[in-house]
């Protein structure tokens, strides 16, 4: 199972997802990003890219209008993922990703 962290900026965007949002997030990340992440290879459903403007992050679709994005960290554990959540919210975040 790979380790995830969040940092404080996801933390407060998530606080504005409403709950039907917040559960689709966590819905599309046990039941795709999670078991892709394990296989290193991503469905095109989630149109997982690079950043543009910020090396080393990268964008999540997990609904219409909804965006993630990430980075990898440091592995906390022997042979797992470590995901850092940077930000969550509209395509708008990708302006401060």
Do not use: C
Not at 71 to 78: F, K, P
């Amino acid at each position: 199972m790979p380790t995830f962290e969040t940092l404080p900026r996801f933390t407060a965007d998530l606080q504005h997802l409403a709950p039907a949002q917040r559960r689709r997030f966590r819905r599309v990340i046990l039941g795709s990003f999670v078991p892709d992440l394990r296989t290193g290879l991503f469905r095109p459903g989630l149109r997982i890219k690079g950043v543009r403007v910020a090396s080393g992050v990268y964008e999540l679709t997990w609904a219409p209008d909804g965006r993630t994005t990430w980075s990898y960290g440091r592995a906390r554990v022997s042979g797992a993922r470590h995901v850092i959540w940077r930000r969550i919210g509209t395509h708008a975040i990708l302006n401060g990703p």
